[in-house]
């Protein structure tokens, strides 16, 4: 019982709190997004079930997390995963048989937030790991654990507000889309194999960043332009 009274765990603690406040913003973006096109009393049950599944793959994750950054390509596959994302969330959905396909419409969102969850979440874990680390080797996975739950409601709380805006101003589901291309960007950049055959430099981070956004922002008008002109 003494470890967890010592002033390395509880500066870990916060530490953790701290990360989790920072980085699980990405993280509730996606979430709303996937279920904004859901019915309103199926809304928080898709986000709860997202949230656990996206949970649970992340415990699986922290038994390598600090070699994940250290895999060329790894991140360049995940920047390609999210920018797909990104462009899927801001196309709208056939909205006919929705009666029918509420079942469907629920488990495809969940599907959607584990995927961009467990690509997102790299930096997450790798970030909670290492402070998790710097308390010392006995409190490793006591932390972990600790800050995994403590997501838990910050990702949970932080969707739901999100929703709310979106329903009330629909440009903020287009900014939450570029929002998953920046990152897919800055993910491509920092991918060890890009250090190779891409400029690197701190203006380079975010010129990637900006070309992630705006090709999932382009590419997503002109698919909803698509979809217009078929109705």
Known sequence: ??????P???LAVGQIILIDILLGGDNAVVIALACRQLPSQQRLKGI???TVGAIVLRV???AFALTLLQVPYLKLVGAALLLWIG???LVPQDEGHSDLQTSD?????VKTVILADLVMSIDNVIAIAGAATNAGEQHQMPLVIFGLMVSIPIIIGGSQLI???MDRFPFIVTMGGMLLGWIAGIMAHSDPASVLWLPQGGAWHYIFGVTG?????STGAYLKNQVKNKG
Do not use: D, R, Y
Not at 105 to 109: S, T
Not at 213 to 217: D, E, I, N, R, Y
């Open 1 to 6: 019982m003494e470890q967890f009274l010592t």
């Open 8 to 10: 390395h765990f509880w």
């Open 48 to 50: 709860m079930l997202g």
């Open 60 to 62: 699986g994750l922290i």
């Open 87 to 89: 462009v899927k969330l």
């Open 105 to 109: 419409k629920l488990w495809a969102a």
């Open 163 to 165: 929703l709310k805006l």
């Open 213 to 217: 956004a705006l090709l999932v922002w």
